[in-house]
């Protein structure tokens, strides 16, 4: 037997014992969640046509213990957020829906401008709500990995949704965590506020935009939005501000803000005096400065992450007709829209990058051959999708010097 077989065929005999362990391992916890289920509020018919003869998923396994070597620096999340195309789609939703929207506003105290942007940043309006079918992800954490009990109740909650007939069991598809919907709620926000707003007597979040918007003001009303409130704005500071006044949960008095020389940037006064707001600089100093009122805490708790609140807080303000920001980010090579990632896509695939399909999204294989490109180029090996690549990637392949930025 050759050697490189023979190696082939002992590895074969090492992990055929480890697979079969596994699939034990899922069969014999499916037994257990199905004997748990009616307690949880869950018919055996239900779990047995929904979740009996699933086969595990352990890519959802490897997800929850993946940490992204590509950390995103605040200005590529944001400017493939709240690009041009995705403020004119919004404003094309905020007419369209506009009826909803206002019954929205009168009913949980949110805007439509607000609740669009959410709508926006978490499904695409609805058009990416995510492939894989929820109940095989989640009864895979239930089964494997470090947080089987919270995944047993998400999977249990998903369980009674199917059961309540809110939503068919085939359209259950999302994240790899479970979140699903227009509204990528997971199955335990789903149950805590989501909401029927067109009447036909089901919550239905993937199906229904009336009921997506509806729930996700209430989700922002139930995390404490306040209709008198913005979010926050943009600041200018005074030189040499304390450091230990900065953070989003240190909140004080614009009237003190005030005192301490913060002033807004468009230079409308800080009011109301008594409004309390936290000071944030997502990039450090030198980069844009805002105060946030609790409403960005509101936005904050549908996503812990200050960059994805302001993402959305920004593309609220935008939608409102709002100017970019007025300070830049502390870069000399800013971010990229998804029109602009299409094209970097689009050139890698004419040099022969086999990339896959062009959608904007930056993936892995489009940072490799990014990677490749800066190695021929003598340039510094990082992979992202910046200004600077664009404009290398557009000079023609021969000799020609890339263009310098700006
Ligand atoms: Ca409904």
Known sequence: MPKQLATAVALLVLLIPAAQ?????FDHCVEELRAAAPAKGVSAEVFDRNIRGLQADMSVVASLDYQPEFKTPIWDYLSGLVDDERIADGQAMLDQWAGVLTAVQARYGVDPATVVAVWGVESNFGRNVGKRPILTSLTTLSCFGRRQDY???ELFTALQIV?????????????????FGQTQFMPSTFARVAVDFDGDGRRDLVSSAPDALASTANFLADAGWSPDLPWGFEVALPTGIDDSLIGRRKKRPLAEWAAHGVKRIDGQPLEPATTRAGLILPAGEGGPAFLVTPNFDAIYAYNAAESYALAIAHLSDRLRGGKPFVTRWPTDDPGLSRAERREVQSLLLQRGYAIGEIDGVIG???????????????????????????E?????????????AD
């Open 163 to 179: 059961e309540h007939g809110d939503v068919e069991p085939a359209r259950l598809t999302g994240s790899w965590a479970g979140a």
């Open 392 to 404: 290398l990637l557009r000079a023609p392949a021969t000799k020609a010097a890339p263009q310098p």
């Open 151 to 153: 995944f047993r109740s």
């Open 364 to 390: 892995s294989a489009t940072r490799q051959a990014i990677e490749d490109v800066q190695r021929q180029a003598g340039l510094e090996v990082d992979g992202r999708a910046g200004r600077r690549m664009l």
């Open 21 to 25: 362990g596994a699939d034990e391992t």
